[in-house]
Structure formats: structure tokens, C-alpha cells
């Protein structure tokens, strides 16, 4: 019988233990393991695997083919594109089993991770960092970074609305869209209240 609080296709697994926020969805042929936790309004497209331990916030929208490894956490308003990776062991070998040497990952409030990038374990996302497709990111990303490549690197800053921002002489930008006010500081960029 259908939670009414929430939405899962027929063809979708949902275990015991799983805790599953009010008005998610979960479609065709994917797997919410026991021990994991989706905020409130997330939705998994087809074929996603969400491990045990791993912990999405409110409003997370898991696109086609992802697999979320035991270590990964991502907050609110997280956008995870199309066949993107997460690893979670650095050396990983068939034969020997590193399950207690899992590395963590934490994607910050509002970061999107672009279609088929890979995201190398033990590294943290900055809120409304912006990964491009395909990217393969081996380090720390800063907020508001967009980073692209492999391995990846920064060539600019994004908007929380997702707009590449263009800095003047002091260090001042604005989103062409929210009309929201950014300063670049020490290499980081902040938003204007």
C-alpha cells in the first residue's frame, strides 16, 4: 500500500529502516537502502541507488543513474545531475574489504553537481558550488566556485541562482537574474546582504 505522505513507483525499493520525507519521490527502479534519510520534497529519478548512512536534506533532486555511497551528505537544495559518482574508499581493491575506512563527502546547501561528474571521497562541496558536467573533483570546493576539468579546477563563481558572475575592478558582482549582490574577499565570495 502507497504512503500517502510520499510517492514510490511500483517498480522502486524502499527498506525498512529508511526515513523518507513528506512529498518525496522515488521513481522507476531505484533503491533507498535501510539507514538512510531523505528530507522532506527530494526526488530520485530512475535507477538511483541511496546507501545506508547516507543523509540528503529537504528539496534534493537526484537525477537518472546516480548511486549515493554510505558517507555522503548532502544539504538542502542540492542538485545531482544525470550519472554523477560519489566513490567513498580512496584505494578501493576487490579482495579487501575497507568498509570502516569510508571517507566522507558533505554537498553544501544549493550546490549543483553537473551531469557525469565524479566526485572523489573525502572532500567537501561549498554551498551553491557548481560542478560542471563531466568534472572529476580530487579536492575541496569552495562556495560559489564553478569548477570544471579533470581534474577539476576553478574558472569562475556562480550566482545562487546559477549564473556565472563577473567581478568589476572592486571585487563587486551582481546575478543578471535575482539581481542579488556578491563581493569577491580574500578568495571568497560572499553574498551581500
Not at 584505494?91 to 572523489?120: C, E, K, L
Not at 563563481?157 to 572592486?170: C, P
Amino acid at each position: 500500500m502507497q504512503d500517502p505522505e510520499f510517492f514510490v513507483h511500483p517498480t522502486a525499493v524502499v527498506d525498512d529502516g529508511a526515513v523518507v520525507g513528506a512529498g518525496c519521490k522515488i521513481w522507476h527502479f531505484s533503491h533507498v537502502s535501510s539507514g538512510s534519510v531523505l528530507g522532506a520534497g527530494c526526488n530520485l529519478g530512475q535507477n538511483v541507488m541511496v546507501a545506508p548512512g547516507v543523509v540528503l536534506g529537504r528539496n534534493v533532486k537526484v537525477q537518472n543513474n546516480v548511486s549515493i555511497y554510505n558517507g555522503v551528505t548532502c544539504e538542502d537544495d542540492v542538485f545531482l545531475g544525470p550519472s554523477a559518482v560519489f566513490t567513498n574508499v580512496t584505494n578501493p581493491r576487490s579482495a579487501i574489504n575497507r568498509r570502516d575506512q569510508f571517507s566522507t563527502t558533505r554537498v553544501g546547501r544549493g550546490a549543483t553537481i553537473g551531469a557525469n561528474a565524479t566526485i572523489v571521497c573525502g572532500h567537501d562541496i561549498g554551498p551553491f558550488a557548481f560542478i560542471g558536467a563531466g568534472a572529476v573533483v580530487t579536492k575541496d570546493v569552495p562556495a560559489y566556485a564553478l569548477v570544471v576539468g579533470n581534474p577539476s579546477r576553478q574558472i569562475g563563481w556562480m550566482s545562487e541562482y546559477g549564473h556565472r558572475l563577473e567581478f568589476n575592478d572592486l571585487g563587486q558582482a551582481e546575478c543578471p537574474e535575482s539581481r542579488e549582490r556578491y563581493e569577491l574577499r580574500d578568495k571568497f565570495v560572499v553574498k551581500v546582504v
